[in-house]
């Protein structure tokens, strides 16, 4: 067992306990009216996890990788072949899942179809147009995986589709079963490895927390150069979910042009860690020379190619880590690579220690402890101060506004108890007083709700028309590109040569497509943000006479959707026309049709190749500008409308208080005086409390921030 500081994500969990004592505390301290704000946010904490995605060509050893660091060897699947084809997310330590176990999700009947028959009237064009259209390859092979799963399944097929497979306990043969490919799965029942592979959309793994000291999921990818394209369109969803990468390169062929690209794809989640382990160290030729030159070769090709992104790098062998774990048949295997002279270079020069017991140098040499470091700093001054940032953001904000009712009871009570010795007018200013303010804190209350109500279906529409506004500036990239082609397709088409082709590059344009989707989405939310801006000023003006100069606030920069990840899948990125009649397609056969008429129907194959990424970004724009509005209405109405339901209920109590003291009655005034003096000094302390409570908030997110800056 590990002790608790030794945990990847400690320091992160530390922040975290600090920042939930502090919300609890909050909420007892504060008024009543404000513990349901304190405890939903208490939840959402408690709710939150980290998302790391693992990454890598196939044969670079991921599933190796991971289950060395999740101290499982061999629980993944790791050979060749079969290979994980199946996102598979392994949940740590969350309080509302099982420690144990794991659930397998198969596609329904309905995912097939709509992966296979996509835009119905634009693959019509796409079998006239072009026979080399990279859609037919996706179509192609998800018939194919849906007629092997009905050849291995037989007669359950119909019955576990769109279904799923839940077990108390999960082993490696479980999991062969599910996420690995295997051509003959299902023919010979003592091997079930891949029997439910095709049909299998993601697998869920449940397990105790340790490694980790936070609730974390950790996702197993498929290769990024996984012949299969509809897995690496499910791998693109799962990037686009995650809060972290961690790239496993193949120290062979250490950061190939495939993981340059994919390197490039990541580095644009600006707020998204990423960490390179360069796995395999072992198997290189000379540890002495190699090793450090592999690994010093991935660094500055790294900081050549992406020059504004910090990426750390680490190296080592999952295989070295795998046999600390394992059973030794060999006990001497061990101490044999470990006190090799060739690991001397590596564990001192590289990893910079002079360790001598064998298990701890190699240890230290499978990079395993460098990897759980660096992880750690990714959570803890990455995506998990962001996380706290958020909501010691919303905590302290809320506990101004309760600050200011509270200073705004405490200067009404300090009122009546310093009026006048005459009892008369003590009760008649206190009627007066109180009875004003509950017409204030209803009129408030009223135009609060008359104004949120107004801003729901303004913001409304301005994420519609923003969204409208992607849509506009994606489609013109796609126009602006076909026409930029469309010279070179006519001259081809009006040329007499047989058998020409003509290829149209869309990598440029699924490149242009995310960036201008950033672009655009960037100025979308400035509107949006403007718009938040509006109904605060506003809010703050109905509040005003309730709270005073205190009033409320809203941090803009702590709202979610503060910007897009977009994640576009790989496949199509090449569209290949043959100019040739000998298949007797009727489109060339033509001779009416125009080289004008050939690219508007281009246009169309292009637009049902481009679309469901189109369509992806202008979704995910949309999603997140409505998650924005969203936190901004929740947030201003929770701080808002609470404040002025506090000022009104205080007003009432005493209203009713001020009753039992009527006709002037000395006994029943000095009563009076005594409960509004309690009531003072548990004010005071109240007030003293929240001060302490938030200033441990602030403590709690800013020594992550600082050190993370450090």
Known sequence: MLGRDDLIGAEHAAAKAELSAGLRELGEVCPPEFSDTFSAELARLRDRRIRVSVIGQVKAGKSTFLSTLIGRPGLLPAEVNPWTTVVTNLHFGHPDEPVEGGVFHFFGETDWNRMINGDEEAR?????????????????????????????????????????????????????RYVCASPDAGEDEADMTGRYSDI?????????????????????????????????????????????????????????????????????????????????????????????????????????????????????????????????????????????????????????????????????????????????KMISHGVGAEHLQVSADAAVSTAEVALSTLR???????????????????????????????????????????????????????????????????????????????GELQDVIRSTDGGKTFELQTATLRKELTERTVESYAAARTRLDSAISKVLERARGLILPLLGKHGISLDLASLPGGEVSPVLPSRATVLTVELTGKRGWKFWQNTALSPQDAVKSLKRIIRA?????????????????????????????????????????????????????????????????DKLSSEAKDIDRRIAMIARATERIRNATTTQSLEGAA
Not at 325 to 348: M, N, Q, V
Not at 467 to 479: K, N, P, Q, Y
Not at 618 to 647: D, F, N, P, W, Y
Request: net charge negative; aromatic share 6%.
């Open 408 to 486: 705004q009871r405490r200067t009404q009570i300090s009122g009546l108890l310093e009026a006048s010795e005459d009892g008369t007018a003590v009760i008649r200013d206190m009627k007066e007083s109180v009875s004003g303010q509950i017409q204030t804190a209803n009129r408030a209350a009223r135009d609060l709700n008359e104004l949120f109500g107004e801003a729901r279906e303004n913001f409304n529409a301005v994420v519609q028309d923003s969204w409208a506004s992607i849509r506009r500036e994606l489609d013109l990239v796609i126009v602006q590109f076909i026409e930029s082609q469309s």
């Open 124 to 176: 019509q064009v796409a079998e006239e147009l072009l026979p080399g259209f990279k859609s037919e390859v996706l179509k192609k092979q998800v018939e194919m995986m849906r007629a092997r799963a009905r050849k291995r399944l037989g007669r359950f097929y119909d019955v576990i589709m769109g279904r799923e497979h839940r077990y108390d306990v999960i082993t490696r043969s479980i999991l062969n």
């Open 609 to 673: 190749e481009i679309f469901p990424a189109v369509e992806h970004l202008a979704t995910l724009s949309h999603q997140e500008m409505a998650k924005r509005v969203g936190a901004a209405i929740e947030q201003l109405e929770s701080r808002a409308g609470t404040a002025a339901r506090s000022i009104r209920e205080h007003a009432e109590t005493l209203r009713r208080e001020s009753e039992g003291a009527d006709g002037a009655d000395p006994q029943q005034l000095a009563m009076l005086r």
């Open 200 to 376: 299998t959309e993601r697998a869920d793994v449940y397990m105790p927390a340790e490694p980790f000291a936070v609730p974390l999921i950790l996702s197993d990818t498929p290769g990024v150069n996984d012949p299969f394209l509809v897995r690496d369109e499910l791998t693109c969803r799962s990037l686009a979910e995650s809060d972290a990468f961690v790239v496993v390169l193949s120290a062979h062929q250490a950061l190939t042009d495939v993981d340059v690209a994919l390197m490039r794809m990541l580095s644009h989640h600006s707020g998204k860690g990423i960490l390179v382990f360069i796995n395999r160290i072992d198997e290189v030729s000379d540890l002495r020379t190699d090793a450090m030159r592999i690994i010093q070769d991935v660094k500055e090709r790294l900081a050549e190619e992406i020059p504004d992104r910090d990426i750390a790098v680490a190296a080592g062998s999952a295989y070295w880590g795998e046999l600390i774990f394992a059973e030794k048949s060999d006990p001497g295997l061990i101490e044999r690579i470990a006190t090799d002279p060739e690991i001397d270079g590596l564990i001192t020069g590289y990893f910079g220690s002079s360790e001598t017991e064998p298990t701890e140098r190699l240890r230290i040499a499978s990079g395993i402890p460098l990897v759980a470091s660096e992880l750690s």
